[in-house]
């Protein structure tokens, strides 16, 4: 029996200068997966004048796992120890590293003025501002480095430089108010954390993605790189996947979601994915069981394009259909026509039927059973029925064409079959929406689909006019549009052309769904 972690949640605060303490002490470190600080200098004046004003800066969230992870050596300019048992950093790294950054006074690490200029900021005591010391046009007494309102012999010995300058004695007073003032507010200063104690990575994407205000997402290939760093290789899973995705832009398919990917690599330890703890992964080499991986997820993605006519990663209709897909091109490299012909109609199948939607979890691991015996020739379609009796049906006909809905993706996806049907599509090709009445007016009898190259190829084949009065009927019987609806359209009867548009895209997919073997249902 599996083990089940346990995990506790706690909210709690610090002091500013605690915080600063704890990570000077390493019982606060950033996994390796935090490596890019990525703030401007605004940003980083603004997080100190939030301070100032006594604004809230946002929560932390610290994890401490049950094992040890992979860290950054250094925190800003400046290397803080490694102790074991530590708390990781989730989010609040660009806060964290800024305040660590700036506020450590470099005298305490072996480090030169010039590695440390870009967290070197200064209060101006004259004008109550923070910034980063460009020119020296006044005389230092007027600009405290922030390191000194922190650290009390610093500040001192600050104070005293004020009163022995030959300023004014009013404007050393003036001057020394507003460095206690300030003094005051850093050390009273407390920030608000979250801290995780064990778990796993799913747990703790889970935790994070509630707990985080800042809208940020975190992904658990980010979390996994903390346990698979590779110094020797560099290798870092999060920046795999990335250029991993960078190349699928060949089919519009880069902005897949990372754990979809992750899902797809998990899937090939040879179980569901929902059944593969992050963890497990662990148990290979990841660099080479990934470069694996992709070859699959490359032929899956390629497979979509070229063969469904997803132009648009946003019109997958699910996707578990990519992660089976993947799947099946781990377990059958190199399919027949025939074979391929079988994956598509299983495609259809269940993007018609609603299959990841109807079915428990336990239902859609023997449905993952089902389908890997298809993959390797064992059973004709590789769908899963819980009753041989069963018959499939459709959801409603969709009233409008949009991206978050299943019916609607797959209503536009049999669109783009009528009109590619076998013909090779280049790379990169993309569909535009032509609009026969208001643009406000989705329906589908509204919308006229035309691939990017058409355009590209001639570019008086825009006008819709022209399109409609010039096509040939074979072309327009694609794009649902009969002799009789080019009729309407000519006397400029708009309303009938769209009624009859519509039945005629019903009376199509009608047709396709039924050939199917699934109950259609247009209300």
């Known amino acids: ?31 390796v997966f935090q490596r890019d600080f990525v703030w401007k200098k605004d940003q980083m004046k ?12 946002g929560s932390l969230l610290f994890w401490k796992p049950d094992k040890e992870y992979t860290t950054l050596p250094l925190i800003g300019p400046y290397q803080a120890a490694h102790p074991q048992n530590n708390y990781y950093v989730l989010d609040g790294f660009q806060r964290i590293t800024t305040l660590f950054g700036v506020l450590s006074n470099p005298n305490n690490y072996n480090k030169q003025e010039s590695d440390i200029k870009d967290f070197l900021i200064y209060y ?3 004008t109550k501002e ?13 600009q405290i480095p922030l390191y000194k309102i922190v650290d009390t012999f610093e500040y001192l010995d600050f104070i005293q430089e004020v009163k022995s300058s030959p ?32 778990g796993d990575i799913k747990s703790a994407v889970d935790i994070f993605s509630r707990v985080n205000s800042t809208g940020t997402e975190i992904s658990e290939d980010f979390m996994l790189s903390a346990l698979t760093y590779n110094e020797s290789t560099g290798f870092l899973l999060s920046d795999s996947i990335t250029e991993f995705l960078n190349g699928l832009n060949l089919y519009n398919f ?3 979601k990372r754990d979809t990917v992750l899902n797809c690599i998990s899937n090939a ?26 070859v699959h997820i490359d032929k899956a993605v390629r497979f979509l394009y070229e063969r469904i006519h997803i132009l648009d990663v946003r019109l997958i209709p699910y996707p578990t259909q990519l992660i089976f897909i993947s799947e099946y091109f781990r377990l059958n490299q190199n399919p027949t026509e025939n074979e391929t012909k079988a994956l598509e109609r299983w495609f259809w199948i269940t993007t018609y039927s609603n299959y990841f939607t109807i079915y428990s979890l336990s239902q859609q691991r023997s449905a993952y059973q089902v389908f890997c015996d298809f993959a390797l020739g064992l059973n004709n379609d590789g769908i899963y029925r819980v009753d041989d009796e069963i018959v499939f049906s459709t959801a409603k006909y969709p ?54 190259s058409e355009f590209e190829e001639d570019k008086d084949k825009k006008a819709l006019d022209n399109f409609i009065m010039n096509s040939p009927e074979s072309i327009l019987e694609k794009h649902f549009i009969n002799s009789n609806m080019v009729n309407l359209f000519e006397s400029n009867n708009l309303d009938e052309f769209l009624l009859e548009r519509d039945e005629f895209v019903k009376d199509s997919e009608r047709n396709f769904v039924e050939n199917l073997g699934i109950k259609y249902s247009d209300l």
């Open 269 to 294: 330890r040879g179980k569901i994915y929902f059944d593969v703890k992050i963890e497990d992964l662990l148990d290979v080499d990841l660099e080479e069981f990934t470069d694996a991986s992709y």
């Open 399 to 452: 009233d409008k064409f949009y991206f978050n809905a299943v019916r609607s993706k797959a209503l536009q996806l049999f669109y783009l079959k009528s009109i590619i049907g076998e013909y090779e599509i280049p790379e990169r090709e993309g569909f535009k929406e032509i609009f026969i009445t208001s643009k406000r007016d989705r329906t589908p009898a509204n919308i006229i689909f035309r691939l990017s």
């Open 167 to 198: 300023i004014s004695v009013g404007e050393q007073n003036k001057l020394i108010n507003n460095a206690k003032e300030i003094n005051k507010i850093f050390l009273d200063y407390h920030i608000p954390y979250v801290e995780i104690n064990g």
């Open 46 to 57: 603004n997080l100190f004048d939030s301070i100032s004003k006594g604004y809230p800066i």
């Open 124 to 126: 101006n005591l004259e």
């Open 1 to 31: 029996m599996e083990t089940k972690t346990t995990i506790s949640v706690k909210p709690d605060k610090i002091r500013l200068l605690n915080l600063l303490e704890e990570i000077a002490e390493g019982k606060i470190n950033i996994p």
């Open 254 to 256: 880069e902005d897949l």
């Open 130 to 142: 923070f910034d980063f010391l460009q020119k020296r046009k006044m005389t230092n007494i007027y």
